[in-house]
């Protein structure tokens, strides 16, 4: 008997869906962008005024997140892929969603486990849970920064997350505020007809047609998993 085409999922996922393996979050009260700049921290002038704070900044954030471990909700993100054909799309830095076991996984807002010059080539260096320090330099001789997507710099991979969202059945949108665009928008290219959740502990307003489930995502995410795997298992 043939296989029964896979229903097509896109998961969109912010810091809130890692707050629970110990990293923080961005607005909410302990979020970063409450205890630091942006502006210092995460601009294209933070980095030409200051890069040895920024860089201290993103080393960091790489070693907690090299420390942390994938959550629940992660795992169960993983596991829909026994049964529907899967595509995470990640304002999240860290690699969680690879840890747990995701296939394909689009960073939109970069990658902490990634380096690349400060000249006009893209190319990319992986350094995994290593520090970039200041005098560290790419092939071009230009110095090292972190491969994050800074204000003002464009999003990465927008145009394949677009298409994969358009062509979903289902949506899974969890742990982020929709505050930062164009990565926010996705939630307006969805069908219709498809089936779209949200999870969040707090949010301005809920996208048209998204069912909201409030919540911290280890308890929420399993059971809508568990929900969507029982629909064609
Ligand atoms: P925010 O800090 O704006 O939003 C986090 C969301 O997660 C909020 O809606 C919280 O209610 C929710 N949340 C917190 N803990 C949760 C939990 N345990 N379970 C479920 N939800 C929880 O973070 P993002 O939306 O990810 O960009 O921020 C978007 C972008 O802004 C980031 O990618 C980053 C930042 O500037 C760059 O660095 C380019």
């Known amino acids: ?73 992660h795992r169960a993100i993983a596991s829909l892929e026994r049964h529907f054909d899967v595509s995470v799309v990640t304002q999240n830095v860290d690699n969680l969603h690879e ?8 960073h939109v807002h970069g990658e902490l486990a990634f380096a690349r010059g400060t000249g006009p080539s893209r190319k990319r260096y992986r350094i995994d849970g290593a520090p970039i320090e200041l005098g560290q330099k790419c092939d071009e001789g230009t110095q090292l920064r972190p491969d994050i997507v800074w204000f003002g710099e464009e999003t990465q991979h927008m145009d394949e997350a677009r298409a994969l969202v358009e062509a979903a059945d289902k949506m899974l949108v969890v742990g982020t505020s929709l505050t930062v665009y164009p990565a926010a928008g996705l939630v307006d290219v969805a069908r219709r007809e498809a089936d779209k959740v949200l999870n969040v502990i707090e ?8 069912r909201f489930e409030r919540g911290p995502a280890t308890q929420v995410i399993p059971r809508v998993v568990d929900a969507w795997t029982r629909e064609v298992a």
Do not use: H
């Open 1 to 73: 008997m043939a296989e029964r085409a896979r229903k097509r999922i896109v998961v969109l996922s912010g810091s809130g869906l890692s707050a629970e393996s110990g990293l923080p979050t961005f607005r909410d009260a302990a979020g970063l962008w409450n205890q630091y700049s942006w502006v210092e921290l995460a601009s294209p002038d933070g980095w030409r005024e200051r890069p040895e704070l920024v860089l201290a900044f993103y080393n960091e954030r790489r070693s907690k997140a090299w420390a942390a471990q994938p959550n629940a909700a």
């Open 99 to 106: 840890r747990a076991g995701s296939a394909r996984v689009l």
């Open 203 to 210: 949010i301005d307003e809920v996208p048209s047609g998204f």
